[in-house]
């Protein structure tokens, strides 16, 4: 168990557009969802630590109008990219941690952002 | 603040053989440890994970080992394979903390 899924894999839109990212818990209830951001050949920047019910909280020099996450349910986060920029494209990766410990994180297969 | 670190950036060697990735991190602090492994384009797949009041977790021909006091933590691969090429990535988890700060990675190549 712990299978983590985002959707879409892929995705490119247009400069000044928004995007939306699901993330999503199959087979077990997060209570917990992390956002990351993954630039060519470097390791994992946190964006964002939501808590199911409760607003999100955002690591320090992430804008948290131009990045919106949801977590509405205890399987469901998403991530809206809005006004995208081409700077904003990347590889975006969310994980997912049950409810109770050890809190080991579960990673999803990530989401390529391309903006044109 | 925590620091990560992960020596060497990059490893070649050929098949068969045995290595060690280490990952050294500045806060002894921490509440667990986990060894993650990235597929090109890919997400993390968790390969071990370990507690702060555990010395050690294998699994198959990985064995992790966790030396809290001196911050260091070692992923051994035993029998190395093609298919073992991938980056691997540590990350500790403060005490008192939900998010993980991860090390920069190692990247592995295992010639055949």
């Known amino acids: 168990g712990a299978v983590v899924s985002q959707h879409p894999s892929r995705v490119i839109c247009k400069s000044g557009t928004s995007v939306k990212i699901e993330c999503r818990s199959l087979d077990f209830q997060a209570t917990t969802m992390f956002w990351y951001r993954q630039f060519p050949k470097k390791s994992l920047m946190l964006m964002a630590t939501?808590?199911?019910?409760?607003?999100?909280?955002?690591e320090q020099g992430v804008e948290k109008d131009k990045f919106l996450i949801n977590h509405a349910s205890l399987t469901l986060s998403t991530l809206t990219v809005t006004s995208a920029h081409p700077e904003d494209s990347s590889f975006y990766i969310c994980?997912?941690?049950?409810?109770?410990?050890?809190?080991?994180?579960?990673f999803g297969p990530g989401t390529r952002l391309t903006v044109t | 603040k925590q620091e990560v670190t992960q020596i060497p950036a990059a490893l070649s060697v050929p098949e068969g053989e045995n290595l060690v990735l280490n990952c050294s991190f500045t806060?002894?602090?921490?509440?667990?440890l986990q060894w993650f492994r990235q597929d090109p384009g890919k997400g993390l797949t968790s390969l071990l994970l370990i507690q702060s009041s555990q010395r050690e977790q294998t699994s198959g021909r990985l064995n992790a080992s966790l030396d809290k006091s001196s911050g260091r933590s070692t992923l051994y691969i035993a029998a190395s394979q093609p298919g073992d090429s991938a980056t691997y990535l540590c990350a500790v988890r403060r005490e008192g903390a939900q998010k993980l700060v991860f090390g920069q990675g190692t990247r592995l190549t295992i010639n055949p």
């Open positions: 994980s997912a941690s049950k409810a109770g410990g050890p809190y080991e994180q579960y």
């Open positions: 939501s808590n199911e019910g409760s607003k999100a909280t955002y």
């Open positions: 806060d002894s602090a921490i509440y667990n």
